[in-house]
């Protein structure tokens, strides 16, 4: 069984930055593709970035250029770093390892408050 462990949030002022980290136990978390998403409340949780397991990464429309995501799998964590922070981004954030189609763990989520 996989365990995800994020980290990192908190309250932060509008345009300043955060970095989440999301520990994963287990041996095989180099392999498998690893994503962020976050639910804001009265909204569906949505996809955030996605990192596979060759380092490649891509990014929701709403996040480029602002977001980072990246891994270290000699420490089996997957990190977001999110920059020029706004209101919008404000919700719990989720990591998520995709071992399949039909097999995918989630973290407990770590909330993101972006408030002056």
């Known amino acids: 069984q996989v365990q995800l462990v994020e980290s990192g949030g908190g309250l932060v002022q509008p345009g300043g930055s955060l970095r989440l980290s999301c520990a994963a136990s287990g041996s095989m978390f180099s392999r498998y593709t690893m994503a962020w998403h976050r639910q804001a409340p009265g909204k569906q949780r949505e996809w955030v970035a996605s990192?596979?397991?060759?380092?490649?990464?891509i990014y929701a429309d709403t996040v480029k250029g602002r977001f980072t995501i990246s891994r270290d799998n000699a420490k089996n964590t997957v990190y977001l770093q999110m920059s020029s922070l706004e209101p919008g981004d404000a919700a719990v954030y989720y990591c998520?390892?995709?071992?399949?189609?039909?097999?995918?763990?989630w973290g407990q989520g770590t909330q993101v408050t972006v408030s002056s």
């Open positions: 990192i596979s397991g060759g380092s490649g990464t």
């Open positions: 998520r390892m995709i071992v399949s189609s039909i097999q995918t763990y």
